[in-house]
Nanobody, 123 residues
Framework: QAQLAESGGGSVQAGGSLRLACAGARYTYCMGWFRQTPGNEREGVARIYPGGTETYYSDSVKGRFTISRDLANDIVYLQMNNLKPEDTAMYYC???????????????????WGQGTQVTVSS
């Protein structure tokens, strides 16, 4: 069965960088990165189309985060630069059909999730 596994989280100071990885990202699927804090809904931060043809970002991370995928090895990355305390969250990768990449980073179309990796940014 298909599985996703996130890695790369940790604790950093504001302004630092982390690179998250999602293993098991099948290249024919839309892949997204999402984050969630206690008491809040999961929010989309980035998406990448099947084959890596297009990418999208939420306004809060645009210009700081970069999503990419290694098609040969089924890995999706999220490079996070200039991290801010408000980026602190559990980060998840999700998989959905190609249509999941259309619709403003909503979570509903994604039907396979990893277990998450914690990112903590201190001021």
């Amino acid at each position: 069965q298909a599985q996703l596994a996130e890695s790369g989280g940790g604790s950093v100071q504001a302004g630092g960088s982390l690179r998250l990885a999602c293993a098991g990202a099948r290249y024919t699927y839309c892949m997204g990165w999402f984050r969630q804090t206690p008491g809040n809904e999961r929010e989309g931060v980035a998406r990448i189309y099947p084959g890596g043809t297009e990418t999208y970002y939420s306004d809060s991370v645009k210009g700081r985060f970069t999503i990419s995928r290694d098609l040969a090895n089924d890995i999706v990355y999220l490079q996070m630069n200039n991290l801010k305390p408000e980026d602190t969250a559990m980060y998840y990768c999700g998989e959905g059909p190609g249509a999941a990449c259309v619709g403003g980073l909503r979570t509903a179309p994604f039907n396979l999730w990893g277990q998450g990796t914690q990112v903590t940014v201190s001021s």
